[in-house]
């Protein structure tokens, strides 16, 4: 194994814990979008699907931030976006470029990616496992 490879070996598990905390971090504006009204949102009903929805964007995306129960909430998020990107963007075009989807996509497949891998070594998840 060359210096350049093992490298990439040792950060791996730090890379997770980045992705995992800039992609929560991305995905909670959306969830203060919908239920605050912040970073140019409007507030939806709570009771709603959209609602239903900022509520998991920015709570569940608060859990993933820190990892804490990573793996359940990033296969909830999943779903969610998986049901998002066919509820309201498919129906619009058959082109994510067109649908404006990719980014549904995008999260959907990176929260399924930890709800695999877990949360990493910079997560709660792994100081609560470590005791």
């Avoid at 990439?8 to 800039?22: E, H, Q, V």
């Avoid at 969830?31 to 569940?60: D, N, R």
């Avoid at 649908?99 to 891998?117: K, Q, R, T």
Wanted: aromatic residues 16%.
């Amino acid at each position: 194994m060359t210096d350049r490879s093992s490298f990439w070996t040792r950060s791996a598990p730090y890379l997770l814990s980045l992705l995992r905390f800039f992609t929560a971090f991305l995905f909670m504006e959306h969830g203060a979008q919908k239920l605050f009204g912040l970073l140019g949102g409007t507030a939806v009903p709570l009771f709603s699907l959209i609602g239903l929805a900022g509520v998991l964007e920015f709570f569940g995306g608060l859990l993933i931030l820190v990892g804490l129960a990573t793996r359940p909430v990033a296969f909830i998020l999943s779903g969610e976006m998986a049901f998002a990107y066919f509820m309201a963007h498919a129906p619009a075009a058959f082109w994510p470029i067109l649908n404006h989807g990719g980014e549904a996509i995008l999260f959907c497949f990176v929260f399924l990616y930890l709800s695999a891998a877990g949360g990493g070594p910079w997560s709660v998840d792994r100081l609560l496992h470590r005791r």
